[in-house]
């Protein structure tokens, strides 16, 4: 005679077994952005996360397009404040790269025009007199170094006139080519337009950057 079992639901435990989080640093970076874009604030582990893994870009960009600046690292927290509060409107995480890219370049332009405001320019009007008694024009920089390293900086300083110069179609196409050195293709998804749209802007902002250079290059 076979003998029945009753056995109540509260004798068991019906729960699934609890899943682990995945540590952030254990992340891909598309899964990582996503986690960073959940809730009303991204994670401070999985944020800290991809700084960690971006970082590097932002001071490569930040180096190139501002190479002499002292405050690059003020310019890099800034960028990653602006991500922090923004991230949640990227609509395509894998295409974070290029925003970062485009928050950095945008950022430094935002800073170069506050500086054109309040930086008095240059003056080559005002002679300086030297030891033998003749008189010597001298250009003021921010440290004394080489012949070389002025004509450095006067470049830099020249060509980021000039990138801040162009259109922004232009400067972000150009910078996104020759500062990150994305593919025509990779810049072409990034700014939604067409391959061939892409190389016309590259080509026709590298004619007016040669063009506003020439006179100084001249010189």
Request: with cysteine.
């Amino acid at each position: 005679m076979s003998q029945s079992i009753t056995v109540s639901w509260s004798q068991i435990d019906t729960r699934l077994p609890e899943q682990k989080e995945v540590q952030a640093d254990k992340l891909s970076n598309h899964d990582l952005i996503l986690r960073c874009q959940e809730g009303l604030r991204p994670e401070r582990a999985a944020f800290a996360e991809l700084m960690r893994r971006y970082q590097s870009q932002v001071e490569r960009v930040l180096y190139h397009l501002a190479p002499d600046w002292a405050d690059r690292a003020d310019l890099a927290q800034e960028v990653w404040i602006r991500v922090f509060r923004n991230i949640s409107k990227l609509q395509e995480p894998a295409k974070f790269r290029g925003w970062l890219s485009r928050i950095a370049t945008n950022l430094f332009y935002d800073e170069l025009r506050k500086r054109k405001r309040v930086v008095s320019p240059l003056s080559l009007d005002a002679p300086r007199s030297v030891e033998d008694g003749e008189m010597d024009w001298e250009i003021a920089g921010d440290t004394p170094g080489p012949e070389e390293e002025l004509t450095t900086r006067e470049f830099y300083e020249q060509l980021r006139d000039a990138i801040a110069d162009l259109p922004e179609v232009f400067r972000t196409t150009i910078v996104l080519r020759e500062i990150e050195g994305m593919a025509y293709e990779e810049i072409a998804e990034i700014t939604g337009v067409s391959l061939g749209t892409v190389k016309s802007r590259i080509a026709r902002a590298r004619t007016r950057l040669q063009s506003q250079l020439q006179s100084y290059l001249d010189a």
